[in-house]
């Protein structure tokens, strides 16, 4: 098993600045809802990451930490952090994106 | 090369992945998308082999993400780490023969503007600085000394990354490689010093930790191929591997080195200034107003 890069919705959508998502060096793989944790009150949407497109370089992580200061992003085992959104289940919209969550680790 | 060739095949479009669908639908063509959209679009580079956490990775996303007219865009690669990403992105990418880019550039953009006439269309070569600084060096200077119209980016990572550590003519004096046991022995070239004798029209240093200016720098360098001259874009874009940076610290080593040798530099010939002024109104290069008389 490997580690990937797994965003706190609650951390990330009370202060949200989309920096990791244009320093992941792996294409489409932070992507970002505006609508995250809407639902629980918070202001800003959230990032969040295709896990299966995730090389767990966890400079996601040296950025959230230091650059914006956050500390929203946690390195994780794949088997281990549930539903997590993948590239198949992703919905593009006009300005935001949403993800269907499911178990990365098939059966 | 044009919006026509981002659109299904009637009848297709349903058998078509969800990747290819997601690239036709909420792709960048036709639209205007910067990289402070990133996370809402889908980028035109897939997935690729090159190593995780790899700074070139980073900037090579963002290069994509930054070409103004991505449906109109041919990249042109050659071997080394850069091309395992470049090639696997939905414009179309021509391979050149190691050391061919700028030659194998110079031909495709006479052909595209005989072909296209006027109609802009988008030559950008990327390549490592082995490939452009020693084994292309011939036919990089000499495409700019000829004044053709594309634009060169330089993959800087010091090093010869994809073949295991030589030094390369860009790598810098007395560093230990594993290919370069005893250091090497002469100086990094100054290959911004040449692009300006030559006649580059613009020529820019940048380094990926600064996302805005790397979309900024591409832009520009894209923009004054199309009718002034060529462009030189010189990135320092850190080999992990080989210079044995930890994957989670890439980033402070890019700080680092931006403040010790790569600071960001920008030159850009009169003649682009007012191009870009008069044709894509960049306010930063348009005339100063004069200043109002001072009452006697
Ligand atoms: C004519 C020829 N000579 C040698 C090679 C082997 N080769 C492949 S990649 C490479 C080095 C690439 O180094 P650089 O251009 O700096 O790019 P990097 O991999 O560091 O990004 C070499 C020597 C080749 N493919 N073709
Ligand atoms: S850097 Fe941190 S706070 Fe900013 S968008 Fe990413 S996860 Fe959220
Ligand atoms: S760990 Fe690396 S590849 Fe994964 S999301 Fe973070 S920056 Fe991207
Ligand atoms: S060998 Fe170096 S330059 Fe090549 S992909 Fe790996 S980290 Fe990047």
């Known amino acids: ?107 | 090369m044009s919006l026509d060739y981002v659109k299904f095949t009637p009848g297709f479009d349903r058998f078509m992945p969800k990747e290819y669908r997601d690239m036709v639908e909420h792709g960048p063509f036709g639209k205007k998308t910067t990289v402070s959209q990133v996370g809402s679009f889908k980028e035109i580079l897939e997935e690729h082999p090159m190593c995780a956490g790899c700074a070139m990775t980073l900037f090579i996303r963002l290069a994509m993400i930054s070409f103004p007219n991505p449906e109109d865009t041919i990249t042109v690669g050659t071997a080394g780490c850069g091309r395992l990403a470049i090639s696997q992105a939905a414009i179309p990418f021509v391979y050149g023969n190691y050391g061919d880019q700028n030659g194998v550039a110079s031909g495709l953009t006479r052909g595209l503007r005989l072909r296209f006439g006027d109609k802009p269309k988008d030559v950008v070569v990327m390549a490592g600085d082995g490939g452009m600084a020693d084994i292309g060096f011939a036919q990089t200077l000499h495409s700019w000394f000829r004044k053709e119209k594309f634009t060169t980016i330089m993959l800087d990572n010091e090093v010869y990354g994809n073949t295991g550590g030589q030094e390369s003519g860009m790598t810098n004096r007395n560093q230990v490689l594993k290919m370069a046991p005893l250091g090497k022995k002469f100086e990094k070239m100054d290959m911004l010093g040449m692009a300006k004798v030559a006649g580059c029209a613009y020529v820019a240093t940048v380094v990926p930790n600064n996302p805005r200016r790397v979309e900024n720098v591409i832009k520009k360098a894209v923009l004054i191929a199309r009718e002034i001259g060529p462009t030189y874009i010189q990135a320092y874009t850190s080999c992990n591997i080989e210079y044995a940076i930890p994957i989670d610290k890439v980033m402070e080593d890019a700080k680092a080195v931006e403040l010790d040798r790569y600071k960001f530099s920008e030159y850009v010939s009169e003649e682009a200034r007012e191009y870009l002024a008069d044709q894509y109104g960049y306010k930063e290069y348009m005339p100063k107003p004069a200043p109002a008389l001072a009452k006697s």
């Open chain 1, 1 to 107: 098993m490997y580690l990937v890069a797994s965003i706190n919705t609650e951390v990330c959508a009370a202060t949200s600045c989309k920096l990791c998502t244009q320093y992941c060096p792996e294409a489409n793989t932070i992507l970002y809802n505006n609508d995250a944790g809407k639902d629980q009150g918070l202001k800003y949407g959230s990032a969040y990451v295709s896990v299966d497109r995730c090389k767990g370089c966890a400079q996601c992580v040296w950025v959230c930490d230091n650059m914006a200061k956050h500390n929203a992003i946690k390195m994780e085992m794949i088997d281990q952090i549930g539903d997590q959104a993948l590239t198949q289940n992703i919905i593009y919209g006009e300005k935001s994106t949403t993800a269907v969550l499911a178990n990365p680790v098939p059966g």
